[in-house]
């Protein structure tokens, strides 16, 4: 209360000074307009009296002057008038008389200067404004007639609007104050309580509460600044309280804390560079506003982690329509962009490279080479000759960010650039170069239809270190090499040596960012919730995240819900499955035609178990943010990975670390490398369409006992083996190695 009567007593007065301004200026300005049209006025009736009537004026005496004034006063409006020929000679009116004592100086000046004088006078407290006018004629001469013309109605309409202001002055004042008062009220002290409330949740931890819109728009930016500053609070003390159990239980479980304090020992202030085709943040046009998005992929998953705990730069194709207005002059951006970690530099790929470069050769040719699921690779000379450019450009802009470096790290990502590792040695020979090949390497006779399979196998082995995801793909790549190139292969430390280079091929399981600090995050609704949401009405609910990709399996995971439901129709109306499916590489006939396929599968399934309310499947054809799929992980019952054939598969371990009651069942592919660690998911030939619908049984049915122990299990697997491990035994494999 005493803030709200300050605040309106400030009001009055800063608006009430501002107004006094205006108004004195505006009456000195009306003041003097008036003035100025009645010296005007009382000149003009001067000239005409004394043109029309000086051979008359000689003929004025004391005995008609009263008649004589009386007209020219009635005629003009005047208030008096006098005749003057000296001090002992006035003919005036009695009104004039009264006056003349005041006038008796200004007559003198007048008759002195041979000038006509205007000014204004004071009467009984009534302003005047006299006018003298000198009459030299033959007649007469050094005599004057004094004028004089009531000024008083300028005072009153001064103060007229002295006193009009004044009113619309309170009044605006007044509205001001209460609207003002209003606005703080609700429109200020409002969102600052909520500010509050937002500030209170970050010191208790309470993400939830931190997520909440401001409830204005102009405190986006706050609120945005706020849960930054909370997450950041919060997972420090989230990690502290990690790092303290670690100690006190002596357990060497890998940190993003600790992660930066081994590549600080190990790098010695050299640089880390990562290149991938992918980049990690991708910024497009939303409206009229940029929007900063995360691509849906695997290894931006895995890598993103590590370069947010050690910085480093991250090179990589742009491929946002608005990337080019996010960057500085030399293809920079710093990002996380609300929280900056690392510098990410993007190149920028022709329409004609794209296609040739990735669609073609990476895309049509490697991933089908690699992925055994039925679809025949296609190579074409045009496609290659774009792969070898594409990975020259890279290399020529890791060679140029490295320039001042004498021996960086470089850390490629993927089957994009396999060339990209000799190229860089041959540049920087000291450099430390290592290549992790996310997806499967094939056997030899498999990767043998690859019509430049020695070039890529030399691109590779320029490298260092080649990572694999298993044991099992890095023997069928030493395989490879062995039977395709002329060289020396080690198979008691599973190394390479060609050409004085020697070349280490090591397993490293790739993992998430999953450590115990997450274990205490709690889901936040039900499954049957979620599902309301989107419209459905069921009990039950089964996941799956995957691209829209024919390695991934989706429509025999299809085929096996159908079976499923054929099996148990007590579960029509009770059990649906949701997958998100995220499209990509659709200019790729094989792909655009899984879409179709999917889409087309989804809705015959669909149609046959037809209910009001409810859906057997229910396909989110977009692409999700992991925050926007974390809700479904928390609350499946159980989720379905059904990879054809796939290196890791990270939507398996994103699953089990979203399980913080220990509850839910992973279903898991035999063909995907996650089955050979997480031991405590039901492992199924995603091709046995049968045993398979009977694993979704199995998972729906299991006991509650029985989930939790295969749950824990898996979850002590992934957070001793998680992202942060798999960066140290990367890195420190690599600083080990001495060529």
């Known amino acids: 209360m005493r803030l709200n009567l300050s605040l309106i007593i400030s009001i009055i007065v800063a608006v009430g000074l501002i107004a006094f301004s205006f108004t004195f200026y505006q009456t000195l300005s009306e003041r003097s307009k008036l003035n100025s049209e009645l010296e005007k006025r009382t000149v003009q009736i001067a000239e005409e ?12 005496n004391h005995v008609n002057v009263d008649s004589f004034t009386d007209s020219i006063n009635n005629k003009y409006n005047l208030v008096g008038l006098a005749v003057y020929y000296n001090n002992d000679s006035i003919i005036a009116n009695n009104f004039s008389l009264n006056l003349m004592n005041s006038s008796l100086d200004y007559i003198s000046q007048s008759i002195a200067a041979d000038t006509s004088l205007g000014t204004f006078i004071t009467s009984d407290g009534k302003s005047i404004y006299q006018y003298i006018k000198p009459v030299n004629k033959e007649t007469i001469s050094n005599n004057v007639i004094v004028f004089y013309n009531d000024a008083e109605y300028i005072d009153n309409i001064i103060n007229r609007i002295w006193m009009r202001n004044f009113i ?3 009044m605006q004042a007044l509205f001001v104050s209460l609207i003002t008062v209003f606005i703080i009220r609700w ?20 993400i939830d509460q931190l997520r909440k819109q401001p409830p204005a728009k102009f405190l986006a930016p706050l609120h945005k600044e706020i849960v ?12 502290a309280e990690e790092e303290a159990r670690l100690r006190t239980k002596a357990e060497a479980v890998w940190t993003p804390e600790r992660l930066k304090v081994e590549m600080t020992n190990l790098l010695q202030n050299k640089k880390l560079v990562v290149v991938s ?33 050690c910085g480093g730069l991250w090179i990589a194709s742009g491929t946002g329509d608005a990337d080019k207005e996010t960057v500085d002059k030399n293809g920079k951006v710093q990002v996380p962009p609300e929280d900056p970690k690392y510098t990410l530099k993007r190149l920028w790929l022709t329409k004609e490279e794209e296609d040739h470069f990735y669609y073609g050769f990476s895309n049509e040719g490697l991933w089908p080479l690699c992925h055994i699921a039925h679809t025949r690779p296609t190579f074409r000379r045009e496609d290659w000759h774009f792969y070898k450019k594409v990975n020259e450009d890279f290399a020529k802009a890791v060679l140029e960010e490295t320039a001042d470096e004498e021996q960086p790290f470089i850390l490629i990502q993927d089957y994009h650039f396999s060339l990209l590792p000799e190229l860089i040695k041959k540049g920087k020979p000291n450099a430390k170069v290592a290549i992790f090949w996310h997806i499967p390497w094939p056997n030899p006779e498999s990767f043998g239809i690859c019509p430049w399979q020695k070039e890529i196998l030399q691109g590779m082995l320029g490298a260092d270190l080649i990572g694999f995801h298993t044991q099992y793909h890095c023997n069928h790549f030493l395989e490879t090499v062995n039977k395709t190139l002329e060289s020396r292969v080690l198979w008691d430390n ?15 399981p790739i993992s998430i960012a999953f450590t115990y600090k997450d274990f205490n995050k709690k889901p936040k609704i039900k499954a049957s919730q979620l599902l309301d949401e989107l419209g459905i009405s069921a009990k039950f609910m089964g996941v799956g995240v995957d691209r829209i990709d024919y390695t991934k399996g989706i429509i025999e995971k299809f085929q096996a819900i159908e079976r499923f439901l054929e099996k148990n129709p007590s579960y029509i109306g009770k059990f649906t499955f949701v997958q998100i499916g995220a499209p990509s590489r659709t200019l790729i006939k094989s792909y655009s035609d899984m879409v179709s396929a999917v889409e087309t ?6 149609w046959r178990f037809k209910s009001k309310g409810w859906k057997a499947i229910l396909l989110l054809k977009r692409h999700h943010s992991h925050e926007e799929i974390e809700p479904f992980y928390a609350v499946a019952d159980f989720c379905l990975v059904n990879s054809l054939h796939d290196g890791m598969n990270l939507v398996a371990k994103e699953y089990v670390a979203s399980r913080n009651e220990n509850d839910g069942v992973l279903i898991l592919s035999r063909f995907a490398g996650a089955s050979q660690e997480l031991q405590g998911a039901i492992v199924v030939n995603p091709y046995d369409i049968e045993k398979s619908a009977d694993a979704i049984k199995l998972a729906l ?16 697997i992934i957070v001793e083996n998680n992202i942060y491990s798999w960066a140290a035994a990367l890195l420190r494999t690599m600083v080990t190695i001495h060529n």
């Open 187 to 206: 429109g200020i002290f409002g969102p600052i309580n909520k500010i509050v409330d937002w500030v209170k949740a970050a010191r208790m931890g309470n």
């Open 168 to 170: 619309r002055w309170f």
């Open 277 to 309: 085709n992918r980049e990690p943040y991708m910024h497009v046009h939303e409206g009229k506003t940029i929007k900063c998005l995360v691509p849906a992929s695997g290894m931006i998953t895995a890598m993103e982690p590590i370069l947010k705990a």
């Open 228 to 239: 930054q500053i909370a997450k950041a609070m919060h997972e420090a003390k989230a990690s």
């Open 701 to 716: 049915e299991m006991t509650d006992q029985e989930q939790n122990l295969r749950m824990k299990q898996m979850r002590q």
């Open 49 to 60: 009296i004394c043109q029309g009537n000086s051979a008359y004026l000689t003929q004025i």
């Open 494 to 508: 599973f190394s390479v040596k060609m050409s004085g280079q020697t070349t280490f091929v090591k397993p490293f």
């Open 601 to 606: 599968e989804t809705n015959r399934i669909n």
